[in-house]
């Protein structure tokens, strides 16, 4: 993939100095500090090509994966992180298909954010985390929709938030399985801490032994879901009913 980020000017410090810049666009602010190699690719149309060092936000995501897998243990042993499983790219995708994406853009932005050379943005780490996730399912045994969920579960479950994958129903009984119900979102804190998934384990187990059971008996799931979509739309329904009634008046 190709990716125009438009025209840039090469600035020199001075004629003797053998120090020049090129100011990058906004999008590739994540890559200050980072290490490239210059290269220089010779013919009829020269290029000058910026490869950057990205083994630091490799190593980033295999540390999360060594949380996650130590997290899951209850359930079965995940393996190492493979980058096999995953579409790696330097922007999050918009689209995805059968492997999660992983942007080295959100990890290194989370570097920076360690470094304190970056303010918080919750939302890299969330997203790193439910795509990890979602592959940690297929290794459990989860397929399709069911392993999305399990990977929007664990990132909600850990740090309270969402990801935003669509799964609102299999969220909900994944906040009952390891909370029970009635109780508020309660986020158990960084990811990358031990004693976060060590508290999570049980819990994360529950949720993998639902998902599981209902991938083996889809009517059982089917209903559920539409049980609760059902209730849903009712309750939608005499919201808007209250509001309308209270705008009457």
Request: aromatic fraction near 8%; proline fraction near 6%.
């Amino acid at each position: 993939m190709t990716i125009d980020l438009g025209n840039r000017r090469i600035r020199s410090a001075g004629r003797t100095s053998g120090s020049i810049e090129i100011t990058l666009p906004a999008q590739l602010q994540f890559l200050e500090g980072v290490e490239c190699r210059l290269m220089v690719r010779d013919g009829p149309r020269p290029e000058i090509v910026l490869q950057t060092d990205l083994s630091a936000a490799q190593a980033l995501l295999q540390e999360l994966w060594q949380k996650l897998r130590f997290g899951l243990e209850e359930i079965h042993d995940l393996g190492d992180f493979s980058p096999a499983d995953f579409t790696l790219a330097l922007f999050p995708p918009r689209h995805w298909q059968e492997r999660p994406p992983l942007a080295y853009s959100d990890a290194l932005a989370v570097l920076q954010q360690r470094a304190g050379r970056n303010g918080q943005a919750p939302e890299v780490v969330l997203r790193l985390l439910a795509f990890l996730a979602v592959a940690a399912a297929y290794r459990l045994g989860l397929e399709g929709a069911l392993a999305l969920a399990f990977g929007d579960a664990v990132a909600y479950l850990i740090t309270g938030t969402p990801a935003g994958l669509g799964t609102d129903f299999e969220r909900g009984m994944a906040h009952r399985a390891f909370w029970g119900s009635g109780q508020p979102p309660q986020p158990l804190g960084s990811p990358f801490s031990d004693q976060v998934w060590e508290q999570a384990r049980s819990g994360l187990r529950r949720v993998h032994e639902q998902l599981r059971a209902w991938q083996d008996d889809a009517e059982a799931y089917a209903t559920a879901r539409n049980r609760w979509y059902r209730a849903l739309m009712v309750e939608m329904g005499m919201h808007t009913s209250s509001v309308e009634a209270n705008l009457g008046e």
